[in-house]
């Protein structure tokens, strides 16, 4: 049975860091392109990070340069190292793998920024 588990979430203070994490199983990690996606109280959901099964990585524009996304295939995990955190960054966050049709979600993970 697929499972993807995030953690990490929390309540942080602006410019503040978090480090969220994606447990994976169930299904062959290390084959799967995987993506964060947040989404914030009345907004649609959006892709912010993206790592493929080679290690290549890309970000949304408002995320760049303070977020950074990485796995550990031994682990079966990715990760979403976030940092100089700011209050719109709040958001259920949410662990995506993708691979030849297939596609998993996790459950998400909150993120709240705020003094």
């Known amino acids: 049975q697929v499972h993807l588990v995030e953690s990490g979430g929390g309540l942080v203070q602006p410019g503040g860091s978090l480090r969220l994490s994606c447990a994976a199983s169930?299904?062959?990690?290390?084959?799967?392109?995987m993506r964060w996606y947040r989404q914030a109280p009345g907004k649609e959901r959006e892709l912010i990070a993206g790592i493929s099964s080679t290690g290549g990585t890309n970000y949304v524009d408002s995320v760049k340069g303070r977020f950074t996304i990485s796995r550990d295939n031994a682990k079966n995990t990715v990760y979403l190292q976030m940092s100089s955190l700011k209050p719109e960054d709040t958001a259920m966050y949410y662990c995506?793998?993708?691979?030849?049709?297939?596609?998993?979600w996790g459950q998400g993970t909150q993120v709240t920024v705020s003094v």
């Open positions: 169930g299904f062959m990690f290390s084959s799967y392109y």
């Open positions: 995506h793998a993708l691979h030849l049709g297939y596609v998993y």
